[in-house]
């Protein structure tokens, strides 16, 4: 009983999944919803095109250039961002609905998002997601086979520059070759541990 009132009493973490484009945040989400874990994972808006094996309003919604303004323009948004080229953005109802209902809160978003949310949420729990080498981050992203030579270079500066924010995150995490089940044990390890902290953290957006 003692349990159950502490878990209805405690306050909901949002969570955010980030690091540069390649080390598999999609790819750890995935796995999370799969393992049926009792979280809101949030949807992201995005203007870029949908690849063969997304799905709308699952992976990402995929909206228009013209959608996404309105959205900016009406402030539905969180935080938004021109990620290689398109928009992103968390819609900010979607967010605050999950908190209120006392769902702790999972979302996936690139390093400059992570900071904008930070900012905004300073008790938000910020995990990075890295590789073990530029090596295998480099063959990811030349197996996904969207890259043009010149967007891979762009991608390989981006991630330089992304690696000097590692400090702003509370934990970094190595998202290994055909290790992904341990990656999200490691993960699902850090929200557990965070959430029988003495002090939890107190989210408010």
Request: net charge negative.
């Amino acid at each position: 009983m003692h349990d159950d009132l502490r878990e209805r009493q405690r306050q909901p973490l949002l969570i955010v999944i980030s690091g540069p484009s390649g080390v598999g945040k999609d790819s750890v989400l995935q796995n999370m919803r799969a393992r049926d874990l009792p979280f809101h994972f949030v949807v992201t808006a995005t203007t870029r095109p949908k690849r063969p094996d997304e799905v709308d309003g699952i992976d990402y919604f995929f909206i228009s250039q013209d959608e996404f303004v309105k959205m900016i323009e009406q402030d539905e948004l969180l935080e938004h961002a021109i990620v290689y080229g398109d928009n992103k953005g968390i819609p900010k109802q979607q967010v605050r609905q999950a908190l209120a209902s006392g769902k702790d809160v999972v979302m996936r978003i690139d390093v400059q998002g992570a900071e904008t949310i930070r900012n905004i949420c300073p008790e938000a729990l910020l995990i990075f997601l890295s590789t073990r080498t530029e090596e295998e981050l480099v063959k990811r992203l030349k197996t996904r086979r969207t890259e043009t030579p010149e967007s891979l270079e762009l991608r390989l500066a981006t991630v330089r520059h992304e690696m000097e924010s590692v400090e702003q995150f509370d934990y970094y995490v190595i998202n290994a070759d055909n290790q992904l089940d341990a990656t999200v044990d490691t993960i699902q390890a850090i929200i557990h541990a965070e959430l029988q902290r003495t002090h939890p953290r107190q989210v408010v957006l």
